[in-house]
Each structure stands twice: as C-alpha cells, then as structure tokens.
C-alpha cells in the first residue's frame, strides 16, 4: 500500500531482517544501521499515501473555511476515502492579479505536492482563474473548478487538466431549442456575442438542430462585446421575419441591447425574448422588456455547496487511483532538476477524476462528459413580469422541460403567445410558360400595357415586360387577395422546373429552374404546375395540392379504317357462326317436334297439311330476321314452345347487333398504336418508335427513380424537349410518336384537337402544389386556403374555365365487341327450349297411345253391342211374323247412344264378324272373331240367341 517503491520495497526488508536477527541471534549492528539508512530515505521521500494532500485557490476566507469544514467531513467518514487515507488541504485566496496568482500557486501550493486543486471564480478573478488552471495543467495537476463556466475551459489544449462542478454557458442552447419546440415556432433569430462563448453557444445549437430540426435558425447575427451602442445590429435583427430572438449576452451588453431595442420598438407586442442566464443578471434585469423569458443555474451561485461537491469528487477519484501500481509522487515545485519530470500520474488520476460519479452531492447528481463539463444540470424558467423574475417551470437533463400553471406575460403586456414571426406581405413570384397553367403573350403595342384581365411578368432574360394568364394566374390573384399580400412575377431565366445537377463538374450539386431560385432566395413562391415529390421536398415546402394528377401518354389517332364487312363488326366471327348454326339446328328440331306430334297430323287428315324440313327452314329464318316470308307455322304444342322461345333468342340478338352497329357506325373507334406504359413497343425502346418527355421535368425525375424504367429514361434523353408545346407539335407533324407528360395538361391538350388522344391507365401518381422556401411562414397559411377553395368548388370552377371548357368535339368512345361470354345466357335460354319442347312431345305420344287404346276397346263393345241387338230384332221379327203380330220398327241404336256409324270397324273386320260378350259382374270385354256364316245370311236362319263358341 506504498505510494513509493522505495517503500515498498525497503519496509518489508527492514521487518524480515529484525525477525531474522533475532531467531538466529545475530549482532544488532547492521539492524541498526538499515533503519538508520531507510529513515534516511523516507525523509527524502513523498509524503506517506495515507495523507492526499490537496490544494485550493479561493476568493475569499469564507470559501477557506467552507473547504476546510468538507474536508474535515469527508475525513471522520470512513465511506467516503478508502482505508485509513486522510485529505489535508492547502488553501489560499486568490488575488485578481493573474501572475501573482500563479507565482503563488507555485510557491504555496505545489510545493506541497498537491494531488489537485479546487479553484475559486468570479468575474473580476477570471483571468486568475485562467493562469492557475494553466499553471497545474502545465505540470499536470488536475484543477477542479466550483464556478467558472466559459466555454475557454473546454478547450484541453490550454486546459488539459481541468474539470469543473457546473456546466458551461454553452448549456443553455438546450434549454433554448427545447422552448421554441415547447412554444411550437418555426424560427429564430440569434443575437450571440463575437466572442469565443457566443461561438460556443450557437455551435452547440446547431449541433442540436442537426437531422431532426422543427424550427430553423432565420439568422445568426454576432455583435461587438462591450459595445457601447448596438443600434446598427438590432435594425438588421428587425429585418429579418422571425420575431423569437434567443440573445446570448453579458450582464453589461444585455443591458445595452434592452435599452436600444426599446428605443426601436422591438420590445412590444408580437416579439419573443429569449435569453441566457447573463441576460436577466444585476443591472440587465432592470432593462430586460416585460415578457422576457430567462432561465436560471439552480444553485449555481451556491459556492459553499460546489466546494463540498468538489471535495467529494476528488475521495470519488482516489477510491480508483489507490488501485493502479506504480503510481508517482506529485511534483515538489515548479522548478524541475534535470532529473526529473512533469507528473506521470497525473493524467491518470485526472482520468479516474471524470469518469467519477457522485449521486447525491450537495447540488444534485454529478458526472462529466469528456471534456471535463459536467453533464447533469438543472436550470429554473424565468418569466420577467412586472420587472420581477417569475418561475414558470423547469428544466433538466433528464426530465428536460416542465411548466407550471403560472400564466406566462409576453412582450407587451399580452398573455397570449406571439406567433414568433411577421409575415412579408410582398412576394417575389416566379412562373414558366405551360398551357393551360401559364399563358405569355406580349403587351399591348400601343398601350404598351396588358389588357384582359393579364397580368405583367417579366421576361426570362428581364430585358422586358410581357403578359401572364392562366389557371395558376387567377388562383394567384384569388389567394392574393384572401390572405391580403401583394406579389411582382417574373418568367424562369432557363425556361426549367429544376434539376439538382453537378456544378461545372464537381462533386458539388445545386438545384436549377425555379427550384433554384428558391433555394437561392431568388424567388418567395413558385406559381406553377409543380409536380410534388420527395426529391424536391427536402429542399422547398409545398403547399396542399390544388390539383391531383397523373402521368399519360399522348398519341395521335390513327386513321378509321373502312370495308364492305364492315356491317359484321358488331359481332365476332365465332358469334356470327353460332348464330348461323343455331338457325338450322332450330328449323330441323321444329320439324321433327312437328312430324312426331300426334297433334299436328292426324292419320285421316292430308300429308300435304303438314309441316315439312323446307317450311320449317322458312320459319326458323323468318322469325329471326322478324320477316313474313315463312309459308308455314308448326302445329304441336311443343313445337310452338321452341319456336317462341326462338322468337325471344331473335329478339334479344337482332337488338343487341343495331345498338352496337350504331356505336359503330356513329363512335368509330380509331385505333392507338400502343396500349399503354407497359406496351411492348414503350418497354423495349428503338428508333421505329420514338417517344419523349420534357427534360429537366419531374416527370423526367421519375423515370429516373424508378429502376424498371432505367431502359426507357436512357432512351428519351435523346429526344426529350425543353418545351411542352415543341413536343406537341413534332406529335402532330409525326416527328415523334408518343409524348409522355401530365395529364392535366395532356388532357386539356386532347380536348383541343380530336386528332390526339391519351392511351393506357394513369401512372406516377401524384399533385400539382405551391412552391414556396423551406420553412417559410406562408405554407401553412396557404395551405389551408387551397383546402377552403377545393369546399367551396372555385378550383373546380378554375377547371372549368381554363382545362374543361374547350371540347374539339365528339369525344370517342369504345363500343364493346360482343363475344360468346356476353351472349351465352341466349344459347342457354334456346337449348331450355329445345329441351322442353323434347320433353313435351314425349308426354303427348305416351298419352295419345293410352288414349287410343281405349277408345279402341269401347268402339268394339259398341259394334257387338249393336250386332246383337240387331239380331235380336230379327228374332223377335220372325216369331211376330209368326204369329201375326206387328212389331215397332226400333230406333237405330247408333242414333240413341250417340255413337256414330260401325262401318269403318266393319271393314277392318274383312269377313269376321266380332262380338263382344258382356259379362255383366266383371267390367272386362273378351274379344272374339266368328265366322260369319255362324251368325246366317237369310231370313230362313236359326232364330235361338248365339251361343258361346271358342275362338279359333
């Protein structure tokens, strides 16, 4: 545990040759004269490491006696040094003199070989401040500073070793960025002195502003430090549009610019102050404006605390120094012999001194950051009302920014939040010739002056004055005259929208056309058909879209081309076949339905009566073509079924075919060369079809992006055209073949002339929007109007008036070409019928043989009944006959049962006379065949009944 090697290495020899000497009993002498020499050498050597010796430099004896209580603290409590170690200072005040300081510091303090030294601060004592912190670093001492906070201590070439319990001023630009996002402005000017803290402050702003930005920095404005009059640079701080100004100053030049700025009627309503901690200090917060917003270092004027802060950070750093081997003695002086050095240990010790971390010091948590600053801070937001510091909130580096409930004065005695900007009511305009968006024409050469509701532009070269309308013209004027600001337009010296191109070679880039002249502060607006996207956004805002749009193709029409099958268009060839299949397919079934029907033909009628193939032929053709040419009309029911639901297939076809053939005829489509963007002739470019857009164009842009396009981008560099209307032209004349462009402007050109024409679906989708600068105030007020106007319908009345309103004429209109898939329900329907008709001529076959089978069997009881009473009026005839007594003549049965006349059963009997027994208990009918001698032919014949007789 030696701080030596002396001792490390000489004690514990001393101690084994004493036990030695006295087990083995050897003379005494050389014992003695070993502790002789080692007390010798420890009178010479560093001080014993259980007492770290530290120095002070402090402004006054209170601070003495403040150190001295700390240490005497940190002494009598063992959880604070590690072991038996004890700290004991040497302290004395430091003189406003900084070479007497450092005289001092080398005769009074280093001497004592010092482990470091906390150093005391206040404006008047800073240069000696300075010159001891130069002091210890040079011999590499560390120095713990309780109170200085300029930002020349950071700097570890000058101050290698020192270190310091409060943060710089550089700190408060947290606090600053973290009110303007907590008050939602969008810019600020800053008012920082030229000096190396106003540098520091802003550099530490910026830094913080890096990649995720809300609000930006208007202007960066240094003025002179100690300045008597700082009139000139507030009137350029006026200039700007900003109203939030964050001023970085000393107490005395802060009240310099107070006072100047109220004679400038800067301090009243609509600006925001925001400053430093100097700012609102002494004699600044008498003239600091009511509403000025201020923070202050909590404790950070509480010495007493950061010497006891300082004192624990240095027991902090010895727990890890006492652990490393080797360690050397401080320096004994300023002045070194030849053989010695600057203190090797030193900058390890300074090391174990920042990577040191109290948690619960006397001013809350402390740690470093590299630099030796610390890290943890705690400020208090100050309000200035009634020229008294009011807290309203609070920040930290953990919890950041916290606000009470106490209502915030402003500037001007108002309690509601300046917008933190004045608006430039006069805008520079910049436009580009595209039709319908933006007309040039030149001015009147009489008047010399623009007539018709035009307004003056300047030229491109701005060598004179021409005249500008248009859809982008009057939404101008109307937003001009909404949101009350006046404007001066001028043409695009290059004539382009922007391209972000290498400059002269370089690795450098820029922006070109109207894009550039934003981002060169050259324009205020674009007033122009700017397609929105991402490239050009992260250099200019965009207001909402006052049109939303696409990309499209434009062609010419090709020539309608005419034949004599022209009128067989309307259909395809597989439907005009089917149909003509149908027609014959339909005349044979109703032919055969027809011939089988036992209803359309009885057997006694004529053959001639019915219908045959020929007439059924006819009347297929007829009903189809709704003509009278058919000679005849199929008779069974079944047949005439088939032939209605024909009907309705004929009716539905033959309308179908003249509406289409009138679209046809009257809408002829004349056809595009291409289908669209992803047509075969766009996707694999070559000179037989060439095609192009506007170079330097966001549609150009766009094929650039995407990678499935690189083919047709490379393609069109070639033939791409500065101007929109040059395009157009070639177009016409045939020079190019397709243009590919916006289709709000390729839609108005198409409705201009009936010989162009867009193909294929819209692609690159996006909207036409205001350009206007980076952050400017006016986007989101011009934002909001665009949405009001599109509510209240004057962008569509804008749409009308300069895009809708010309029609070249009859606008084409594709016809659909019927297939088989639009007309299958028909063939359906007809098959239905077919099917039905079938069915229905079946079921009356079945019933016509039922029917005649049984009226077969009752015309046979009939004839034998008939027969048999005939014979037996015979009978009774020839026995009245007999016995002379006159019979009745009867009534023919036939004639008193209705049944008609037996002749034709007669005949088919052909010699065989039938009779038919009646059994009266059973309802059958036995069918027999006499002869027809049995039965006798004379008068003579047997007159007893008929007797039964066996059938042959």
Not at 519 to 546: C, G, H, Q, W
Request: aromatic share 8%; proline share 4%; with cysteine.
């Amino acid at each position: 545990m030696a701080m030596t090697t002396d001792n490390q290495l000489e004690l514990p020899r001393t101690y084994h040759h004493r036990r030695h000497r006295k087990t083995n009993r050897y003379d005494p002498l050389p014992v003695c004269l070993l502790l002789l020499l080692h007390l010798a050498r420890v009178m010479h050597a560093a001080p014993a490491i259980s007492e770290i010796r530290i120095g002070a430099m402090l402004s006054t004896e209170e601070d003495i006696e403040t150190l001295q209580a700390a240490v005497r603290e940190v002494n009598d409590n063992s959880l604070i040094l590690p072991g038996n170690y004890q700290l004991n200072v040497t302290s004395i005040v430091m003189t406003n003199n900084p070479i007497e300081s450092a005289i001092r510091v080398c005769v009074k303090i280093i001497p004592n070989q010092v482990y470091a030294v906390i150093s005391g601060h206040s404006p008047e004592l800073y240069m000696s401040s300075v010159s001891v912190s130069y002091t210890c670093g040079f011999y590499g001492i560390p120095v713990i500073g309780i109170s200085a906070r300029e930002c020349i201590f950071s700097d570890k070439h000058i101050h290698k070793s020192y270190l310091r319990t409060v943060p710089p001023y550089s700190q408060q630009a947290n606090v600053w960025a973290d009110l303007v996002d907590h008050f939602e402005w969008n810019s600020v000017v800053t008012i920082t002195s030229s000096d190396q803290d106003g540098r520091a402050i802003l550099s530490t702003l910026r830094k913080r502003l890096e990649g995720s930005a809300r609000f930006k920095i208007e202007q960066s404005i240094a003025y002179k430090p100690r300045a008597s009059n700082l009139t000139d640079t507030l009137l350029e701080v006026r200039k700007c549009r900003s109203r939030v100004l964050l001023l970085y100053a000393s107490e005395k030049d802060a009240t310099t610019i107070f006072q100047d700025a109220q004679r400038l009627n800067m301090t009243g309503a609509g600006y925001a102050w925001v400053v430093t901690e100097q700012g609102i200090t002494g004699e600044a917060l008498a003239e600091a404006p009511e509403g000025t917003l201020g923070m202050y270092l909590e404790q950070g004027t509480d010495t007493k605390s950061h010497i006891q802060d300082a004192v624990r950070v240095i027991a902090k750093g010895i727990h890890s120094f006492v652990q490393n081997e080797g360690i050397m003695p401080p320096p004994a002086g300023c002045r070194l012999s030849s053989g010695e050095s600057l203190w090797a240990s030193g900058r390890l010790f300074y090391g174990n001194l920042v990577d040191a971390r109290v948690l619960q010091g006397a001013t809350g948590a402390i740690d470093f950051d590299k630099h030796g600053d610390r890290k943890s801070a705690k400020y208090k937001l100050i309000n200035i009302q009634s020229g008294e510091p009011v807290t309203i909130g609070a920040w930290s580096s953990e919890t950041r920014l916290t606000t009470t409930h106490v209502p915030i004065i402003w500037p001007g005695g108002t309690r509601d939040k300046p917008e933190g900007y004045e608006l430039q009511t006069h805008l520079r305009v910049v436009i580009m010739k595209d039709s319908p968006f933006v007309y040039v024409d030149e001015q009147d050469p009489e008047t010399k002056k623009c007539m018709n509701d035009t307004l003056p532009c300047l030229a491109a070269k701005g060598d004179r004055m021409q005249c500008c309308y248009g859809f982008c013209i009057d939404l101008l004027v109307v937003l001009a005259k909404e949101l009350n600001f006046t404007f001066d337009l001028h043409q695009v010296h290059d004539g382009n929208y922007g391209n972000f191109e290498h400059v002269n070679g370089t690795e450098r880039k820029r922006w070109t056309g109207m894009i550039g002249e934003l981002v060169d502060d050259k324009a205020d607006m674009i007033m122009a058909p700017l397609t929105i996207n991402n490239e050009r956004a992260r250099y200019i805002d965009f207001s909402k879209p006052y049109k939303y749009q696409g990309l499209t193709i434009l062609v010419k029409k090709a020539d309608a081309s005419t034949n004599l099958l022209s009128f067989m268009r309307p259909f395809q060839i597989s439907l005009w076949l089917l149909i003509g299949v149908c027609i014959h397919v339909i005349a044979v079934v109703i032919y055969l339905l027809d011939r089988f029907s036992p209803f359309s033909h009885p057997r006694n009628g004529s053959e001639t009566d019915a219908l045959n193939l020929s007439q059924a032929l006819w009347f297929s053709w007829s009903v189809l073509l709704n003509s009278g040419v058919g000679e005849r009309t199929p008779r069974s029911f079944g047949a005439r079924v088939l032939g209605v639901v024909w009907a309705g297939f004929a009716m539905i076809m033959v309308a179908s075919y003249t509406a289409n053939l009138a679209a046809y005829l009257v809408l002829d489509k004349p056809h595009a060369r291409i289908s669209g963007i992803n047509d075969a002739k766009m996707r694999n470019p070559s000179p037989a079809f060439t095609y192009a857009t506007v170079s330097k164009s966001s549609v150009e842009m766009y094929f650039r992006r995407q990678v499935e396009l690189s083919s047709m981008y490379r393609f069109m560099q070639t033939y791409n055209y500065k101007e929109a209307d040059n395009a157009i032209e070639d177009l016409k004349s045939g020079k190019l073949d397709a243009f590919i462009y916006d289709s709000a402007m390729l839609d108005f050109e198409v409705s201009r002339d009936c010989g162009l024409i867009t193909v294929g679906e819209l692609f690159g989708r996006s909207g036409f929007g205001i350009g206007l600068q980076k952050g400017s105030l006016w986007t989101q007020k011009i934002s909001l109007r665009i949405l009001e106007l599109h509510e209240k319908g004057k962008i569509g009345e804008l749409d009308i008036k300069w895009i809708t309103s010309k029609q070249c004429g009859v606008k084409s209109v594709q016809p659909t070409t019927l297939g088989l898939s639009s007309m299958g329900g028909v063939f359906i329907l007809v098959a239905g019928g077919f099917l039905v008709g079938c069915i229905i001529n079946r079921l009356e076959i079945h019933y016509k043989r039922h029917q005649q089978t049984k009226e077969r069997q009752i015309e046979l009881a009939r004839v034998a009944v008939s027969h048999w009473r005939s014979t037996v009026r015979r009978r009774r005839k020839r026995v009245s006959s007999k016995y002379m007594v006159p019979a009745p003549s009867p009534e023919p049965m036939e004639k008193r049962n209705g049944v008609q006349g037996s002749s034709s059963i007669e005949k088919e009997m052909d010699g065989a006379i039938p009779l038919a027994v009646i059994n009266r208990r059973s309802r059958t009918t036995p069918i027999l065949q006499i002869p027809s001698n049995t039965w006798g032919s004379s008068a003579d014949s047997h007159c007893s009944s008929p007797k039964s007789v066996s059938p042959n």
